[in-house]
């Protein structure tokens, strides 16, 4: 596929908006779901580390089937996988209110919706990068708030639906609006050239094709021949019966060996096919050999090992917040009249200021995007060992302001990968990252959960988590401290192999 030259604009802006609403309807639930683990909570009378499952699947395993994602998305382009997504986020949710058990909604809320954000955070993010250059960044830092500002939204929105609707009906509704993404998904024109060829079959396409069409040929020749064999010997036989026989013997002679010489030429076709596609499995074979060889050069870099760790522990630790911290205020008994706003809506919001500071502060040539996401890390383990000493709506607000504005490093941290391994090994290095991020998030809401399960309070659930994000980071400025830079730069270089997708655009 043939693509024309990113516009940085036009279309490109209607992209923009609807990834945007794309990222805000799909993502605004799973990310305030901590609103809705208080009334799991009460419905299924599960335990807390039990019940923090569903919402850790489903925005962990969206980064979890990454690889699986950027497939879909190659080989059958963001338009239709935004519209099919659509109706996974939108069956999961609506399926979700029907749910009898807390294991349902492992399946319905956890793997479908999140397995349905994953592939709409791929979609967006790939029909973004081909219809922008030179205002990727900006393009990219817009859609991305969308999840932010869903966050903010949904918080306070699913609050007022269940006091109005009920558990059942607020996942409903949610679910009915979810069906928008339908829309925005529509809207997702891919960009290609209007002269681009038609894409080759592969060989394994190719062989069954061949074989049927020198089946028929063989057929046809054969049918010919006893026709044309017929006929020749009626003749001889009425014009002269005596070298009637002698004449049929010749001319079947001559008729096999044709049909000799097109039966050779089907075997000499068949199995050029089949080294071809021997050949075409080993150099796929040695692809993936060379990947993996290049994936343990990687983590031979100090820094870039550094890095996973604390992507893991940050997640591990730094996730919790958002979806527990609604619980963490019914345990310290504060009232709901003193509530002016959801906590998890503050850290939306928050989260959203934390993203465009953030990555501004990073463009500066000054900053040292390393050592300012090491610095995001430590005040994050800071803040969440200040948690258990919370005990007003005035300071936990303050501390999910906080929290929220941390969080917002997520901006920055394409930029760390880039100048930890290099743009050119950037694509392959963040996948390994991202699967990581996931299951981090995947874990933490459940393990801090049974902390509280086991002591029956959230300090040292806390300070579990505080602990975990402060070891990633200490971890990761150890490394990045300029004694470890003349071993960081003795690491073998990588052959230039790319990994990336092609990715389709018919509709």
Not at 81 to 105: H, K, Q, T
Request: hydrophobic fraction near 45%; aromatic fraction near 14%; charged fraction near 15%.
């Amino acid at each position: 596929m043939v693509f024309r030259k990113p516009p940085d604009g036009g279309w490109g802006w209607v992209i923009v908006v609807v990834s945007f609403f794309t990222q805000f309807l799909c993502y605004g639930s799973p990310l305030a779901v901590g609103v809705l683990y208080l009334e799991w909570l009460d419905a299924f009378g599960e335990g807390k580390g039990k019940t923090a499952w569903v919402g850790s699947l489903a925005n962990g395993i969206g980064l979890l089937a990454s690889p699986v994602c950027s497939i879909c998305v190659s080989s059958f382009g963001a338009r239709p996988v935004a519209i099919f997504s659509g109706f996974m986020v939108a069956g999961g949710l609506m399926m979700s209110s029907f749910a009898p058990n807390i294991y349902f909604l492992y399946v319905s809320y956890g793997i479908v919706v999140g397995l349905g954000c994953g592939l709409l955070y791929t979609a967006t993010v790939t029909i973004t990068c081909q219809y922008f250059d030179k205002r990727r960044g900006l393009a990219l830092g817009l859609i991305s708030t969308g999840s932010s500002v869903g966050l903010f939204i949904y918080a306070a929105l699913q609050r007022e639906l269940i006091e109005l609707y009920g558990l059942d009906g607020c996942l409903l509704i949610v679910g009915a609006l979810s069906l928008n993404i339908l829309a925005c998904g529509s809207l997702m024109r891919p960009l290609e050239s209007s002269s681009s060829p038609p894409p080759d079959k592969t060989c394994v396409e190719k062989v069954p094709d061949q074989y049927f069409v020198y089946h028929e040929k063989e057929k046809t020749v054969e049918e010919n021949i006893s026709i044309l064999e017929k006929g020749y010997i009626d003749e001889k036989c009425v014009n002269s019966v005596p070298d009637c026989k002698q004449e049929s013997i010749l001319s079947k002679n001559v008729l096999s060996s044709i049909n000799i010489n097109e039966k050779d030429t089907y075997k000499k076709k068949v199995v050029e096919q089949t080294n071809f596609c021997k050949q075409l499995a080993k150099r796929k074979w040695q692809l993936y050999l060379t990947y993996w060889k290049e994936t343990m050069v990687l983590f031979k870099n100090k820094v870039f090992s550094a890095l996973f760790v604390a992507i893991l522990l940050f997640d591990i630790g730094g996730f919790p917040p958002s979806l527990l911290m609604e619980d963490v205020a019914r345990s310290a008994n504060i009232s709901e009249d003193d509530y002016y706003m959801p906590l998890i809506s503050i850290i939306g919001i928050m989260t959203t200021v934390g993203k465009l500071v953030l990555g501004i502060l990073a463009d500066f040539k000054w900053v040292n995007t390393l050592y300012l996401y090491v610095t995001t890390l430590i005040m994050t383990g800071v803040a969440l060992f200040a948690i258990p000493f919370a005990k007003s709506y005035l300071t936990l607000a303050m501390l999910s302001g906080i929290l929220g504005f941390l969080t917002g490093n997520w901006s920055i941290f394409p930029y760390v990968t880039t100048k930890t391994v290099g743009i050119e090994k950037l694509t392959h290095a963040y996948g390994i990252l991202m699967f990581f991020a996931g299951l981090g998030n995947s874990l933490g809401p459940p393990i801090v959960g049974w902390f509280y399960d086991w002591t029956q309070e959230y300090d040292t659930a806390f300070y579990f988590s505080g602990f975990c994000v402060l070891l990633g980071g200490f971890l990761l400025l150890l490394a990045a401290l300029p004694c470890w830079n003349a071993c960081t730069n003795q690491s073998s270089k990588l052959p230039p192999n790319t990994y990336s997708y092609k990715v389709a655009s018919n509709a």
